[in-house]
């Protein structure tokens, strides 16, 4: 492993076009389904999609969560968990219940029904991602406590990547069922700690690569990495959608594989093309925008989803066509990321609000 390095600013700006893409993404994910009213089995856009976005999402948060810079004790750790809490919790109980008051019939049942269900009504994220930065400051502040020792033994990589393998291992007995028993634990529902299982490996790798930059930009330049990716993800890709000849519990193995390389694949993508994602240009700076601003969009956003049925059933009557699917998802996904950033520059008047809905000064 190379020696730790942080980015330069210049190179963060394709990262934040990357997030703002993925937050593009999960929007026109929802248009699809609760818009159009597609089903996920029905939809190659969606089967596709539906892969990568979500782990690509915390790949990011995990990127943005290591810093050279932070010197870990007990009061960084407090001051940061604090901090995370603040921003997360409050936004997210306060659209949780603004969603099932104008969004549903019955306001208590909702939010009752709502709590026990892993997925809280679609606001899941904001929870999940708290938790994960917690999971990870703890084993930060524990990490830096052997600092000293790892570095005399030249072993710093070691504590994170065996955190990587464990969680990576931990997520792999969740498509065992035949094995393990623990899925069903109301626990996992009612904290959403199943999502954590699900994505807190793509967390930390995120963190990894951020962590030894330098190396992993030498293995992205390489001549045969690229090309690796895209042969075993293809492969993977076809297996999960298309070919089933794994069967039980290996099952999950081309499903994980093309959910990796599709996530490197948009890496190595909004790397190679840093340039066009910059502010120079007007897509880098859109989408930047939209990356900054993404738990805006995402607490707003299922407000406003047009519900409109009669396009899913066009779609599904012209056949598993590609370009029509992500073009009418998109489309509708831009227009309502526009409606969310409107909305949100509106309730940003407010410092009060700012702060407390959105978590900015």
């Known amino acids: 492993m190379d020696n730790k390095q942080t980015i330069s600013k210049p190179r963060m700006e394709w990262i934040d076009s990357m997030r703002g893409f993925t937050m593009i993404l999960v929007v026109a994910n929802h248009m699809s389904t609760i818009g159009y009213g597609e089903a996920l089995k029905g939809s190659v856009y969606l ?120 969680a990576l291992g931990v997520y792999a007995t969740w498509y065992m069922p035949s094995w393990f028993h623990y899925q069903n634990a109301d626990w996992l529902k009612w904290s959403s700690f199943s999502q954590v299982i699900l994505y807190l490996h793509f967390f930390l790798a995120g963190n990894i690569v951020h962590r030894y930059w330098n190396g992993f930009q030498r293995l992205f330049d390489t001549k045969w990495f690229a090309p690796i990716v895209l042969i075993v993800g293809t492969i993977a890709l076809c297996e999960f959608l298309n070919w089933h000849e794994l069967r039980r519990q290996w099952a999950n193995l081309p499903r994980t594989l093309a959910m990796y390389s599709l996530v ?62 992500i073009t009418c998802s998109f489309a509708g996904a831009l227009v309502v990321v526009g409606i969310c950033l409107l909305t949100s520059n509106i309730i940003r008047i407010s410092p009060f609000l700012k702060l407390y809905l959105f978590g900015r000064k």
């Open 47 to 166: 089967s596709i999609f539906l892969l990568f976005r979500m782990p690509l999402f915390f790949f990011i948060s995990g990127f943005f969560s290591y810093s050279a810079k932070t010197q870990w004790s007990l009061k960084t750790l407090g001051t940061l968990t604090l901090k995370k809490i603040r921003i997360q919790i409050i936004p997210t109980a306060v659209f949780f219940c603004l969603a099932a008051a104008i969004l549903t019939p019955h306001f208590l049942d909702t939010c009752v029904d709502w709590l026990h269900k892993s997925m809280k009504g679609g606001y899941w994220f904001t929870i999940v991602l708290l938790e994960l930065f917690l999971i990870y400051y703890v084993f930060a502040y524990l990490e830096s406590l052997g600092k000293k020792w790892l570095q005399r033994w030249k072993i710093e990589w070691l504590p994170i990547m065996l955190f990587w393998l464990i």
């Open 264 to 325: 490197t694949t948009t890496l190595l993508f909004f790397r190679h093309y840093a340039s066009s994602f910059s502010k120079e240009t007007r897509i880098g700076r859109g989408l930047q925008y939209i990356g900054v601003r993404t738990l805006d969009v995402y607490l707003l956003h299922y407000f406003f989803i047009p519900r409109i049925p009669v396009v899913g059933e066009w779609i599904k009557s012209i056949g598993r066509n590609f370009a029509v699917d």
